[in-house]
């Protein structure tokens, strides 16, 4: 079993073993790091379905704050580029709030729609199912409007506004979302758009 860790743009590969203990510095807070695990192989295609018949969710703490992340099925790990629909790399996303040393668990359990079912010990163990390891953040350095200076933006339920939790400052979101329909992208494998005229690096509707 393999666990392999994208920092700062690369790649670091190590074994994926119960205690895996992985020291990224060079993950910052804010920074969003992807965490990859080698598991079974499958398709989008496949008869046990990647989506609906396994579970991955990988629970990140840090003091007394914890963030039960759900993962996903990502093919060859580079399906953007490359269009696989195939492969053995489960994917998870997590973006550290504070820094100093994170741990993470994972739960990977497979069974029939077990994806729609929020009970822990649903299925069965699966592959690197109760992997665990430790990361290492480092303190932002990042100024201006990176998100790494600046923090997540939530919903500030009083003033109804989006707010940076890092520096606490106000985002102000102005005019329409563009394009309405995010996905007419025409990089975008099998997506469609209808009743409009393609604007440039739309998807072209006369050719759906």
């Known amino acids: 079993r393999t666990l392999a860790v994208l920092a700062g743009g690369g790649l670091l590969v190590f074994g994926g073993c119960q205690e895996a203990t992985p020291e990224i510095k060079e993950y910052e807070k804010w920074q969003v790091m992807t965490l990859d695990f080698e598991g079974p192989n499958s398709s989008?295609?496949?008869?046990?379905?990647?989506?609906?018949?396994?579970?991955?969710n990988v629970a990140f703490s840090s003091g007394a704050?914890?963030?039960?992340?759900?993962?996903y099925?990502?093919?060859?790990?580079?399906a953007a580029e490359s269009g696989a629909d195939k492969g053995s790399t489960w994917r998870v996303h997590f973006t550290p709030e504070t820094a100093g040393e994170w741990t993470y668990e994972v739960s990977f359990r497979k069974g029939k729609?077990?994806?729609?079912?929020?009970?822990p010990a649903a299925g069965d163990s699966d592959m690197f199912d109760g992997s665990m390891g430790k990361?290492?953040?480092?303190?932002?350095?990042?100024?201006?409007?990176?998100?790494?200076?600046?923090?997540?933006?939530?919903?500030?339920?009083q003033n109804?506004?989006?707010q940076s939790a890092g520096s606490?400052?106000?985002?102000?979101?102005?005019?329409?979302?563009?394009p309405e329909n995010l996905l007419a992208y025409h990089e975008l494998d099998g997506t469609y758009r209808y009743?409009?005229?393609?604007?440039?690096?739309?998807?072209?509707?006369?050719?759906n």
């Open 73 to 78: 099925y990502a093919a060859d790990g580079n």
């Open 65 to 71: 704050t914890e963030y039960l992340v759900p993962a």
């Open 44 to 56: 989008e295609t496949a008869e046990v379905n990647p989506f609906t018949d396994y579970r991955m």
């Open 160 to 162: 109804k506004y989006y």
């Open 168 to 178: 606490g400052r106000y985002f102000l979101k102005g005019g329409a979302n563009s």
């Open 113 to 119: 729609d077990i994806a729609l079912s929020e009970d």
């Open 195 to 207: 009743n409009s005229t393609a604007r440039e690096g739309e998807n072209d509707p006369s050719a």
């Open 135 to 157: 990361l290492t953040i480092g303190a932002s350095d990042k100024t201006g409007r990176d998100i790494r200076a600046e923090g997540r933006l939530f919903m500030d339920e």
